[in-house]
T-cell receptor, first 112, second 113 residues
Framework: GNSVTQMEGPVTLSEEAFLTINCTYT??????LFWYVQYPGEGLQLLLK?????DKGSNKGFEATYRKETTSFHLEKGSVQVSDSAVYFC???????????FGSGTQLTVLP | EAGVTQFPSHSVIEKGQTVTLRCDPI?????LYWYRRVMGKEIKFLLH????????ESGMPNNRFLAERTGGTYSTLKVQPAELEDSGVYFC???????????FGPGTRLLVL
């Protein structure tokens, strides 16, 4: 079956530090890949997505590249802000399963 | 365009009681999904409606959970009777097509005491 393995948290960084949250996946076929974010007290929001190999999703300074050869979709940001503190979820959608499969989430805290 | 809404935002009930969660999808979205996150673990799929039909309910944990989507608009998820392990955050999501991006609601935080 499909699965997503996400870097364990929590992650604590200082403002303006570089962020990487690792995500690897196992899936049949050619899944679409997503990063969702949950800010404190809020619901899940789509952060970025990529639908095919070598696509790069980007939003709010975050980027992730769909790497089929390494089955990865790592999330990066060059300079994090306090407002980026949230839980980040990597997810995949496979047409065969027709549902999102999520990783366990990574809690990010950015200190001023 | 209004997003996915869920009601209530929080619910605290005692073991053995019944709780009904509601989800209103984005207007025009035929696909509606329920997910839940238990005890800080990964978010797990529960079921998927296409309009009023259950397309996939393979993630429903047991027969204490009943989901409906009468008329193909809003959906309800009833837990009866609730058990301690049902505590968690229940998310609803909707999409226009099955292969399209799913947009999530704010979730209902359920605590069973």
């Amino acid at each position: 079956g499909n699965s997503v393995t996400q870097m364990e948290g929590p992650v604590t960084l200082s403002e303006e530090a570089f962020l990487t949250i690792n995500c690897t996946y196992t899936a049949t076929g050619y899944p679409s890949l997503f990063w969702y974010v949950q800010y404190p007290g809020e619901g899940l929001q789509l952060l970025l997505k990529a639908t095919k190999a070598d696509d790069k999703g980007s939003n709010k300074g975050f980027e992730a590249t769909y790497r089929k050869e390494t089955t990865s979709f790592h999330l990066e940001k060059g300079s994090v802000q306090v407002s980026d503190s949230a839980v980040y979820f990597c997810a995949l959608y496979s047409g065969s399963a027709r549902q999102l499969t999520f990783g366990s989430g990574t809690q990010l805290t950015v200190l001023p | 365009e209004a997003g996915v809404t869920q009601f209530p935002s929080h619910s605290v009930i005692e073991k053995g009681q019944t709780v009904t969660l509601r989800c209103d999808p984005i207007s025009g979205h035929d696909n509606l999904y329920w997910y839940r996150r238990v005890m800080g673990k990964e978010i797990k799929f529960l079921l998927h409606f296409v309009k009023e039909s259950k397309q996939d309910e393979s993630g429903m944990p047991n027969n204490r959970f009943l989901a409906e989507r009468t008329g193909g608009t809003y959906s309800t998820l009833k837990v009866q009777p609730a058990e301690l392990e049902d505590s968690g955050v229940y998310f609803c999501a909707s999409s226009r097509g099955q292969q399209e991006t799913q947009y999530f609601g704010p979730g209902t935080r359920l605590l069973v005491l």
